[in-house]
């Protein structure tokens, strides 16, 4: 049973989202405070995070933010802010999707079982990546990497574009082909989304983020792995 964190200041929201999520069989714990929210993440093992962005004590930006530095748990941003800007910003900063208000109950709950099942669907067969001489290691059962033997927290979403390209390395791929094989068909985003995760990736694993060795982009076409990695079962 997959528990969720859902934080929402609005009490109606809040109940209503808990009730449909619990009778679909989730476990369910509710927050309305900002910073009573990040203390309940910070001490307890949540499957997944529906996050409002404009609550008392602490936004949900911040929040987000936060919980990017020690975990990457799947974050759900369901928010009345309805910007390209706003998403762009969402996604920049850690969120695996968004959702705007008023929203269907239950385009939400589909939501929430995409984002679950691509947090713990397929992973490589081999459980150890070593990147650039060692320098990066990528433990595909732990999603944990880390440079230099500095962990670094990769978001879902930034894991999963990283295995995608890391499969193949020296092809180029699409940004629709990115989307399919990390998220899946019924992934809902524009593509543009890619670039946003690709820059977030290149400033957490690259030495220069200006000058990537690791992921190269092809304009016109995509981007590409450009290196060779080993790997340990």
Do not use: W
């Amino acid at each position: 049973m997959a528990k969720i964190l859902i934080v929402e200041d609005e009490q109606e929201i809040r109940e209503l989202v808990s009730a449909y999520l619990r009778n679909d069989q989730f476990e369910v714990d509710a927050e309305e405070d900002g910073k009573m929210a990040l203390n309940r993440i910070k001490s307890n093992h949540y499957d997944l995070i529906i996050l409002d962005l404009m609550l008392p004590s602490l936004s949900g930006e911040k929040i987000c933010e936060e919980v990017r530095t020690f975990s990457n748990v799947p974050i759900l941003m369901l928010t009345a802010k309805s910007d390209l800007s706003d998403k762009v910003f969402g996604f920049r900063i850690g969120a695996d999707d968004y959702l705007t208000k008023p929203f269907e109950p239950i385009e939400l709950l589909e939501r929430v079982r995409a984002l679950l099942r691509r947090s713990q669907n397929d992973r490589p067969k081999a459980t150890l990546l070593r990147v650039l001489n060692g320098r990066i290691l990528i433990d595909t059962e732990s999603l944990r990497v880390t440079k230099d033997g500095v962990e670094i927290p990769l978001t879902t979403n930034e894991f999963k574009i990283l295995m995608v390209l890391l499969s193949n390395p020296n092809r180029v791929f699409s940004r629709d082909e990115i989307i399919e094989q990390a998220f899946g068909m019924e992934y809902d985003s524009f593509d543009r989304a890619i670039d946003t995760h690709i820059k977030n990736i290149r400033a957490k694993l690259e030495d220069d983020s200006k000058h990537p060795m690791m992921i190269k982009t092809i304009y016109g076409a995509g981007y590409r792995a450009e290196l060779t990695y080993d790997t340990e079962a």
